[in-house]
């Protein structure tokens, strides 16, 4: 079969209202459903009450049940005796009022006689204290109109108009069929043996020992976790719909056409993942083309563009690229309106605000690309810190705050450029954001999680720039605290050169941190005989930390007193962006060895070698330590918790931790 050729490539707002106008308007039913679990779901019509509530006439006070007429003329002066069983009887609230007594005295408004009679000194009128039958609901008026979003108070109104089944839009059976030779199951996935140097740093860096038998791990080499048919799951649950996941699909065009037609059979949308760009094995082009038709190959969109918009007897059939960060992406932009017109929803634009942007973004003229940012507000102002761009990097998701849109036919955006960010958390969780840029470490992490502990709504958000570009992103006001280990090679000290140099005519603050081993990460037993920078022969592969990095600072600075010139070090300009990927670089042959801290290296079951003890410390402004959010950090920095967590990842020590020092 020919490699796909993309059709057209479409604008995104034309692709998808060509695809929605291509689709039948009937969909897709109505179903009845339990009132008691009705909540969130759209009534599919109008509901009428079937009994009256309250059904009868009913006593609305604890008192007596009295007849009108015999009450005239009571008075202060002039109360009037009422008789038991003659002219009352007592009664509760709610029960039946049955004539002759029409009207219900209070019973704090009764004085006792000691017969059983009562005196009273005001008249009751004719349904005093009553509740007719009808007073809330009348039979057979509009309880609820059509279209409407069954809320919790409308559950208790519609049991009391007697309906107990409801007539409401029915979820879209959304069928997803994951494909790819490559793939295996996320969910069934268990090579615990093979992998326990991996779980074990999980452990470690979580500071507990993972559960027997909960532990997956990674697949074996050249097989690939499928994980984007369980995000699509969940993502049709959240929004309104009825998930349906296939098993994985091989690279086989005809149990992909087969596949398709039970789909679009038994569902009433099909979602395909991935096979819908060019490559050798992607086939879902075609077999929508050769089962129904293609409406749509190619849509302008960064990342996502590989998206197919067809249909399969009659049912709308996208295909999504496999890439996490486009597959999310794409679904969100066509799956979910998609979904939206099944349920006769109004589409829900996301909440959006504007923000600066903290470093330029460079981009293509021929795309519309999402980039994911952090955000965090300094000083009032909203700051968007891009993460990761790869489509590949589903951790940026997890991390990111939101999108910023770079437009077609743009270049980019600049750095302290005014954006609007598409929000993925709400604003008012962001403003209690702690924003953290600069040098990386995972005890960030720890920070983070302790603070979340305290169920204060305060967190913390860490952008890894390497160490002199927080500082100078704290220059720039765009960051509250700079992690930083910037080495002064003329006295050996740490940071305090480093501050004085960016901020003369400032006072500043230098939080301190831990201090951390710092070595070189080497494959288990060290097979290289790695001791020092001297050891890092041509034929040593080396991964390096990006520029403004304090460990890269620390690296030339061991090179320097080697008498070694960068250039003779191979990888030298082949750059990591934390010390958690030196170390994954190392475990999986991607280079000898590399800078980084002692914790990442244990955390993977590899080897140290130690080149420093270095100071990792926080410099922020003065003004800054009254913020609530960075009290809280300075009380977890603090804190045993804190210290307990880091002894079990190890390397670290605390003699400073917490000390404030005006530079």
């Given at each position: ?25 009937a ?37 007596i ?45 009764l ?66 069929l ?31 020992q ?21 995000m ?110 099944f ?76 954006v609007q ?52 992103a704290?220059?720039k ?13 003329e ?8 501050v ?22 080497v ?29 890269r ?108 020092r005006y530079v």
């Open positions: 079969m020919k490699r796909n050729l993309y059709l057209n490539i479409q604008e995104k707002e034309q692709a998808l209202s060509e695809f929605l106008k291509a689709l039948p308007y969909m897709p039913g109505i179903e009845r459903i339990a009132v008691t679990e009705s909540r969130g779901r759209m009534t599919a019509e109008a509901v009428y009450a079937r009994c009256s509530s309250p059904s009868y006439n009913s006593c609305a006070m604890d008192g049940a009295v007849i009108s007429a015999h009450t005239k003329g009571a008075s202060e002066d002039h109360p009037a005796v009422l008789k038991p069983e003659k002219d009352y009887v007592e009664v509760d609230t709610g029960d039946l009022l049955l004539p002759p007594y029409d009207a219900v005295i209070m019973a704090e408004e004085i006792e006689e000691g017969d059983g009679t009562v005196r009273i000194t005001a008249p009751a009128h004719p349904l005093a204290h009553v509740r007719p039958a009808g007073e809330d609901i009348v039979a057979g008026e509009m309880v609820l109109p059509s279209n409407h979003v069954i809320r919790g108070i409308d559950i208790p109104v519609l049991l009391a108009a007697g309906i107990r089944r409801i007539p409401v839009v029915r979820r879209p059976v959304v069928g997803i994951p494909t790819g030779d490559e793939m295996v199951d996320a969910a069934e996935q268990n090579t615990a043996e093979q992998n326990a140097a991996e779980q074990n740093a999980a452990a470690r860096y979580e500071g507990e993972s559960a027997e038998g909960d532990a997956g791990g990674a697949p074996p080499d050249g097989k690939i976790l499928e994980t984007n048919s369980w699509f799951f969940h993502l049709v649950e959240e929004n309104g719909g009825t998930a349906v996941r296939w098993p994985i699909i091989p690279d086989d065009p005809k149990q992909l056409s087969q596949a398709v037609e039970e789909a679009a059979e038994s569902c009433d949308l099909v979602i395909v993942n991935a096979g819908s760009s060019a490559g050798r094995d992607d086939y879902t082009v075609h077999v929508i083309r050769s089962l129904g038709e293609v409406l749509t190959h190619g849509v302008a969109i960064k990342p996502g563009k590989p998206v197919i918009l067809g249909k399969v007897r009659g049912k709308p059939v996208i295909g999504l690229p496999g890439y996490p960060v486009s597959a999310y992406l794409t679904f969100t932009e066509f799956v979910i309106p998609v979904m939206n017109r349920l006769k929803r109004e589409e829900r634009p996301a909440q959006e605000a504007a923000a600066r942007i903290s470093k330029t973004l460079m981009s293509g003229l021929k795309y519309e690309e999402y980039v994911r940012v952090k955000l965090g507000v300094v000083e009032g102002q909203l700051i968007a810190a891009p993460l990761a761009r790869g489509a590949g990097a589903s951790m940026s998701l997890v991390r990111s705050d939101g999108f910023c849109v770079i437009p077609r036919s743009s270049e980019g955006i600049m750095a302290h450029e005014a960010v598409k929000l993925l958390r709400p604003l008012e969780e962001i403003e209690k954001t702690l924003v953290v840029t600069g040098s990386h470490d995972i005890i960030l992490d720890v920070i983070n999680d302790l603070m979340l502990e305290q169920n204060t709504g305060m967190n913390l958000s860490s952008a890894h720039v390497g160490s002199l570009s927080g500082l100078i704290l220059r006001r765009e960051t509250h605290l700079a992690p930083s280990h910037l080495l002064c090679e006295d050996g000290t740490y940071n305090t050169a480093a004085r140099e960016l901020f003369p005519d400032e006072q500043m603050v230098i939080i301190k941190g831990v201090r951390r081993r710092q070595g070189f990460i494959k288990k037993g060290n097979p290289k005989g790695i001791r020092t920078a001297a050891d890092l022969t041509p034929q040593i592969r080396y991964i390096n930390r990006q520029r403004g990095a304090g460990t600072v620390l690296f030339d600075y061991l090179l320097k007193q080697e008498g070694i010139d960068p250039a003779e070090i191979t990888g030298y300009e082949n750059e990591a962006a934390t010390h958690m990927s030196v170390a994954v670089a190392v475990q999986k042959d991607n280079a000898d060895t590399g800078m980084g801290i002692y914790s990442c290296a244990r955390a993977l079951g590899l080897d140290f070698v130690d080149a420093a003890f270095e100071e990792y410390d926080f410099v922020t402004r003065p003004a800054y330590l009254e913020l609530p959010y960075l009290k809280e950090f300075l009380r977890v920095l603090t804190s045993g918790e804190f210290r307990e967590r880091l002894e079990k990842l190890g390397g670290y020590s605390f003699e400073e931790t917490g000390e404030i």
